[in-house]
C-alpha cells in the first residue's frame, strides 16, 4: 500500500509539473509571439472645478478628434469616447492588417470596451483614459460591445468595426 | 449500530418545544439557528424564482418576457439574495450556529443575546433591501449586486432603489461582523475540556477561519457603502471623476471584501464536506492538519487575490502579474482539499447516502469550477473572459456546484439532528440526479456562450448570434434544477408531518453532536463532554486504536438530575425590538422623514439601555464563564473584543487608506494649509495623558482603591471630553477658513476620517461614563476589574489609532506643505 502510494504520489508530482511548464509555455507564446498586451492606463481627465466630465473630455486631446486616423503605413489610432448607451464613432472602417491602438474613455458612468471575437477588452472609467492595440488580419464586421453593466439599455449598446 | 451513549431521560424536552411567542424571544443557539434557516429557505424560494425568471427572458432572442428595467432589478437581486439572504445565512446563520455550539461540547455561544440580535438585524437588513416594492417610484435596485460606482450616483441612478441596497447592505455587514466576533469568541474560549485546536472537528476549523475572514474582510465594504452613502445624501464625491476621484475605488474597496467573501462562503462548505466524507467513508478525515493547514492558508491569500476581479480596468502590468500570481498560488491549498477528499474516500467502507452522493457531487462540480478559476488567473485568458458569460458559469460552479451542492450534502445529514426526524433517502437521490442534471445542463454551456462572446447582465440578444439554442438548453436544464428544489420541499414536509423517528445517531457518526438525543434538549449537554483525541464520539463507540473502548466510553456519561443545576440564559425580547428600531431609523433616512427617524433612534437607544441592564448581575456572567472552561483560559469578553478591535483596525485603515490616495487628488479647496497644528497637538497629549488616567484607574480597580477609582474614571472622562471639545472647535474655525465637508476631496476624506475617530472617542466616553456611575454605586468592586480592564483596552486603541491619524493627516501634511 505504502509502495503504491509513493507510485500515485510520483505520478501527480509528474502531471502537476507537466502542467506547470505547459501553462508557462503559453504564457510565454502568448506574450511573445501573439504579442498579447495588457490594457492600460494611459491617462486622465482632469476636470477643472465646476467643468462637467463630457466637457472635459472633449477638450482633452485626443478626445477633441474622434473616429480614426493614420498614424503610419498600416498603422491607426481610433478614438472613441462611450456614453449611456452608445459608442461614438458608431462604426469604423479599417483596411486588412491594420495595426490600430484604440484609445477610449467614458464621459459619465463606468462602461467596457469589447470587440467579439478578438482580445481587446477594456474598462472604460470616467476620468480614465484606456488604451489597448490590436491588428485585423481577418476581414469581417467585428462587434464593439459594452461589457460592464451601465444601465437600463446596456444591452444595446454597440457599435461596429469593419475590416475590409 | 455501535453502542448508544445512554439515553437521556425524556423529562428533558427537544429545545423545539415551547410556545410560538418563545421563537420570538429566544436566544438558544439551535432556535436561532432554525430561524436563520427558516428565514434563507424563503429567500431561496425567491432567488430561485429570480433565477427562472431570467433563463425564461434569455429564453429566446428579443424577448420581451420582463422589460429590461424589471429584469435589471430582477439579475440584481438574484444575486444579493443568493449571497447575503441565503448562502451566508445557510452556512454561518444555520449550520455554524446549529452545530458549533454542538460539535465542541458547549451549552450555548459566546454571546446568546448578541447571536439572537445578529439574526433580527439580519432579518431587517434583508426586509429593508426589498423595501422598493412598497413604494410608487422606489422598485427594487438594479445596479447588479456589485453595484459598481458611479452607476450607482445618485446622477445616474435616481430614486429609492440604490437606498435601499446600501443601507440595507450596512445592516447585513453588521449583523454578519457580529456573526464572526461571536462564533470566534465561541470557538476560543468555549471548547469542551480537552479539545486542543487540532482535535476540533474541521467544520469547526472552517468556521474559525471564517469568522476571522468576516471580521477582516467587512470593514472594506463597509467604507465602501459608507462613501456611497455619504455621495448620495450629503453631495460628497468620493466615486466622481469630476472631483479628482475615481470610480476605480469602488472596485478596490468592494473586491477587498468580495474576494474574502467567495471563501466566506466556500470555507464552511469545504467544513461540512470534511464532515460528511469520513463519517460515510468510515475512515478519519485524511491529513488533517493539512487540511486545518490548508484553510488558515487560503484565508491569507483571499486577501492579495481581489485584482484578478479587475484586470481589465488597466492596473498596469505589474500589478496584473502580481495579482496572477497570488491567484494561481491559491490553487494549491484548495488542490490539497480536493486530493484529501478523495485519499479519505479511497479504500474507505463506503455508505452510499443522499448525503455522501452530493458530497461527491461536491468534489467533481467545485473542481471544475476551481479549474475555470485557474484561467481567470492567467491575464491573457481572463482578458477575453471579462464580464462574459463564461464568468457567470465560473461562478455558478463555484457557489452552487461547490457551496449549494456542499449545503444541500449539510442538509441531508444534519436534519435528523435538527428536527429529530428522518428524510426520504430515495426521493433525495432522485433529487441528486436531478440536480446534477439540470446544475450541468444550466451551467455548462455558458462557457461556451462566453466565449462566443455573449455578455453577462444582457436584457436580450439578437436572433443572428447564434446563442440561441444553449440559451434554451439552459432554460429547459434551469426548470429541472428547480424542479430538483421542489423535490427537496416535498421531502421536507413529509419528513416533518410523518417521516421516520431520527435516532441520536443514525449515520454512525464521528463527532459530539451525535452524542445527545436528536432533537436537543434546550441546554445540549447535561454535562460537558470531555475530550481526549479527534473524532471525540467515535473515540467513545469504539476506542482509540491502543486505548480500550470502556475507559473512554464512561466520560461523557450524565449522572441523572444534574440538569436542574444548569443555568441557561433568560430569553430577552430585546433583540427583536432593537432590531425593528434599526429597521425605522433605515427607513426614515430614506424616505426622507425625520419623525420615523427619531422614532427608530429612540427604540434603538432604549433597547440597548434595556439589553447592557437585563441582567441585574451586572458584569457577572455565571453560565458563559462557567461553560468557558475548556477554552484557553481566556475570559470571553476580552476574546470578543479582541477580534472586535481587530475588525476596527481595518475599518480604520481603509478609511486612512482613502484619505493617502485621495489628498494628492484633491483640487479646488484650501487642503491641509488651513490645519492647526498646536491645537491638535494639544488634544493628543490629552488624549494621551487620558490613556494613562485610564492605566491608574484599573490599577485602582485591581486594589479595590474605590475613591482613586472614581478620581482617575473621572479624569478619563473629563480628557476625552475636552478631545472633543477641541475637535468641536477645529471642526468650526476649518469650515470658517472654507474647509466644509464637501469642498472638496481632501476636505471629505478629513472629515469623514477625524470624524468616525471623533465618534468612537464619544462612544469611549459614554462607555466610561456608565463605569463611574456603576463605580458610584458600588458595584465596582476589585472582582469586577474586567469590566474596566475592557473599557481600558478599548480606549487605549481608539488612541493609538488617534495617534496613527495624527502623524499622517497632520503632521506628515504639513511637513510636506511647508
Known amino acids: 500500500m505504502n509502495h503504491e502510494a509513493e507510485r500515485y504520489e510520483r505520478f501527480f508530482l509528474i502531471i502537476s509539473g507537466v ?35 463630457a466637457a ?109 | 449500530m455501535a453502542a448508544q451513549p445512554k439515553a437521556i431521560p425524556a423529562e428533558y424536552p427537544s429545545y423545539l418545544k415551547g410556545d410560538p411567542i418563545s421563537w420570538l424571544n429566544t436566544i438558544d443557539h439551535k432556535r436561532v439557528g432554525v430561524l436563520y434557516g427558516v428565514s434563507a429557505l424563503f429567500f431561496m424560494m425567491l432567488g430561485g424564482i429570480e433565477a427562472l425568471l431570467i433563463r425564461i427572458q434569455l429564453f429566446e432572442p428579443n424577448n420581451t418576457f420582463l422589460s429590461a428595467h424589471v429584469y435589471n432589478q430582477v439579475f440584481t437581486m438574484h444575486g444579493t439574495t443568493m449571497i447575503f439572504l441565503v448562502v451566508m445565512p445557510l452556512l454561518l446563520g444555520f449550520a455554524a450556529n446549529f452545530l458549533v455550539p454542538l460539535q465542541i461540547g458547549a451549552r ?52 429609492m432603489a440604490i437606498d435601499f441596497w446600501d443601507i440595507g447592505l450596512l445592516i447585513l455587514g453588521v449583523s454578519t461582523v457580529m456573526t464572526g466576533l461571536n462564533f470566534f469568541t465561541t470557538i476560543v474560549t468555549m471548547r469542551a475540556p480537552g479539545m486542543t485546536y487540532m482535535r476540533m472537528p474541521m467544520f469547526v476549523w472552517s468556521i474559525l477561519v471564517t469568522s476571522i475572514l468576516i471580521l477582516l474582510a467587512f470593514p472594506p465594504l463597509t467604507v465602501g457603502l459608507i462613501f456611497l452613502f455619504m455621495d448620495r445624501f450629503f453631495g460628497t464625491h468620493y466615486y466622481q471623476a469630476v472631483a479628482g476621484a475615481t470610480p476605480i475605488l469602488w472596485q478596490h474597496l468592494f473586491w477587498l471584501f468580495g474576494h474574502p467573501e467567495v471563501y466566506i462562503m466556500a470555507l464552511p462548505a469545504f467544513g461540512m464536506i470534511s464532515e460528511i ?27 492579495g487575490v481581489w485584482g484578478h476581479h479587475m ?137 461556451f456562450l462566453g466565449t462566443w462572446g455573449m455578455p453577462r447582465r444582457i436584457y436580450t440578444y439578437g436572433s443572428g448570434m447564434g446563442w440561441t439554442f444553449w440559451n434554451q438548453f439552459e432554460t429547459v436544464s434551469a426548470f429541472i434544477l428547480g424542479f430538483a428544489f421542489l423535490l427537496m420541499f416535498i421531502n421536507m414536509l413529509r419528513s416533518l408531518r410523518d417521516g421516520e423517528i431520527a435516532p441520536a445517531d443514525p449515520w454512525d457518526a464521528r463527532t459530539l453532536e451525535w452524542s445527545i438525543p436528536s432533537p436537543p434538549p434546550a441546554f445540549n449537554f447535561v454535562t ?107 475570559d470571553l469578553r476580552k476574546v470578543g473584543l479582541w477580534a472586535f478591535i481587530g ?64 478620581v482617575w474614571l473621572a479624569g478619563t472622562v ?37 470624524g468616525f475617530h471623533g465618534f468612537h472617542v464619544f462612544i469611549g466616553v459614554v462607555w466610561l461614563s456608565v463605569l463611574l456611575v456603576v463605580s458610584f454605586m458600588d458595584r465596582l468592586p476589585k472582582s469586577r476589574a474586567l469590566s474596566v480592564e475592557l473599557a481600558g483596552l478599548y480606549w487605549h486603541f481608539v488612541d493609538i489609532v488617534w495617534v496613527v491619524i495624527f502623524t499622517l493627516v497632520y503632521l506628515m501634511q504639513k511637513v510636506k506643505g511647508a
Not at chain 1, 481577418?138 to 461589457?147: A, E, S, V
Request: charged content about 10%; proline content about 5%.
Open chain 2, 718 to 754: 473629563l480628557f476625552g471630553l475636552i478631545f472633543l471639545g477641541d475637535q468641536a472647535y477645529e471642526f468650526t474655525s476649518l469650515y470658517h477658513h472654507g474647509l466644509g465637508f464637501t469642498t472638496d476631496l481632501f476636505s471629505q476624506c478629513f472629515f469623514t476620517l477625524v
Open chain 1, 56 to 164: 472635459a473630455v472633449f477638450r482633452t486631446p485626443p478626445f477633441n478628434h474622434l473616429g480614426v486616423t493614420k498614424v503610419g503605413p498600416d498603422e491607426y489610432q481610433a478614438v472613441y469616447f462611450a456614453q449611456a448607451w452608445a459608442f461614438f464613432p458608431r462604426e469604423i472602417d479599417l483596411p486588412v492588417g491594420a495595426r490600430v491602438k484604440f484609445i477610449a474613455t467614458s464621459v459619465d458612468v463606468t462602461h467596457g470596451f469589447f470587440i467579439a471575437g478578438t482580445r481587446v477588452n477594456m474598462m472604460l472609467l470616467p476620468g480614465q483614459i484606456s488604451e489597448e492595440t490590436y491588428t485585423f488580419r481577418k476581414p469581417g464586421k467585428y462587434l464593439l460591445l459594452c461589457h460592464e453593466y451601465c444601465g437600463l439599455l446596456h444591452h444595446t449598446m454597440h457599435a461596429w468595426v469593419i475590416v475590409k
Open chain 2, 277 to 303: 466524507i469520513p463519517t460515510f467513508s468510515r475512515k478519519p478525515l485524511f491529513g488533517y492538519p493539512m487540511m486545518a493547514y490548508s484553510l488558515i492558508l487560503i484565508a491569507f491569500l483571499s486577501y
Open chain 2, 311 to 447: 484586470f481589465a480596468t488597466g492596473m498596469g502590468p505589474v500589478a496584473d502579474a502580481t495579482f496572477a500570481i497570488t491567484s494561481m498560488l491559491i490553487a494549491i491549498p484548495t488542490g490539497i482539499k480536493i486530493f484529501s477528499w478523495i485519499a479519505t474516500v479511497w479504500g474507505g467502507s463506503l455508505k452510499m447516502t443522499t448525503a455522501f452522493y452530493f458530497a461527491l457531487g461536491f468534489i467533481v462540480e467545485f473542481t471544475i469550477g476551481g479549474l475555470s478559476g485557474i484561467m481567470h488567473a492567467a491575464v491573457p485568458i481572463d482578458l477575453q473572459q471579462t464580464d462574459s458569460y463564461f464568468v457567470v458559469a465560473h461562478f455558478h460552479y463555484v457557489l452552487f456546484g461547490g457551496v449549494m451542492f456542499a449545503i444541500l450534502g449539510a442538509f441531508y445529514y444534519w436534519w435528523p439532528k435538527v428536527t429529530g426526524r428522518m428524510l426520504s433517502e430515495k426521493l433525495g437521490k432522485v433529487q441528486f440526479w436531478l440536480t446534477v442534471i439540470g446544475f450541468n445542463g444550466t451551467f455548462f454551456p455558458m462557457h
Open chain 2, 528 to 634: 460537558v463532554p470531555s475530550v481526549s483525541g479527534r473524532d471525540a464520539f467515535w473515540a467513545r463507540k469504539y476506542g482509540t486504536g491502543s486505548h480500550g473502548a470502556a475507559a473512554v466510553a464512561s466520560a461523557g456519561d450524565p449522572p441523572n438530575g444534574e440538569a436542574e443545576a444548569i443555568h441557561m440564559p433568560e430569553p430577552s425580547f430585546f433583540p427583536i425590538v432593537l432590531a425593528a428600531g434599526l429597521l425605522l431609523c433605515g427607513l426614515g433616512v430614506v424616505v426622507a422623514w425625520w419623525r420615523l427617524i427619531m422614532a427608530g433612534g429612540v427604540i434603538l437607544f432604549l433597547s440597548i439601555i434595556g439589553m447592557a441592564f437585563q441582567y441585574p448581575t451586572f458584569g457577572q456572567h455565571t453560565h458563559e464563564t462557567e461553560a468557558a472552561s475548556g477554552g484557553g483560559g481566556e
Open chain 1, 19 to 53: 502542467f506547470l511548464v505547459g501553462f508557462l509555455l503559453v504564457l510565454a507564446y502568448t506574450s511573445v509571439h501573439m504579442r498579447v498586451m495588457l490594457p492600460g492606463r494611459v491617462g486622465t481627465i482632469e476636470a477643472n472645478p465646476g467643468e462637467s466630465l
Open chain 2, 647 to 710: 475588525s476596527e483596525s481595518v475599518f480604520f485603515a481603509t478609511l486612512i487608506a482613502t484619505f493617502m490616495v485621495y489628498k494628492s487628488r484633491s483640487m479646488g479647496g484650501p487642503g491641509a494649509d488651513v490645519l492647526e497644528i498646536p491645537l491638535t497637538s494639544f488634544s493628543t497629549f490629552i488624549l494621551l495623558m487620558s490613556s494613562l488616567l485610564m492605566v491608574l484607574a484599573l490599577a485602582a480597580t485591581q486594589r479595590g482603591d474605590k475613591t482613586w477609582q472614581r
Open chain 2, 108 to 159: 450555548d455561544v459566546a454571546f446568546p443575546r448578541l447571536n439572537a440580535l445578529s439574526f433580527w438585524i439580519f432579518l431587517s437588513g434583508a426586509v429593508f433591501l426589498h423595501m422598493g416594492w412598497f413604494w410608487h417610484h422606489g422598485g427594487l435596485p438594479d445596479a447588479g449586486w456589485f453595484g459598481y460606482a458611479n452607476l450607482t450616483e445618485r446622477q445616474y441612478t435616481p430614486g
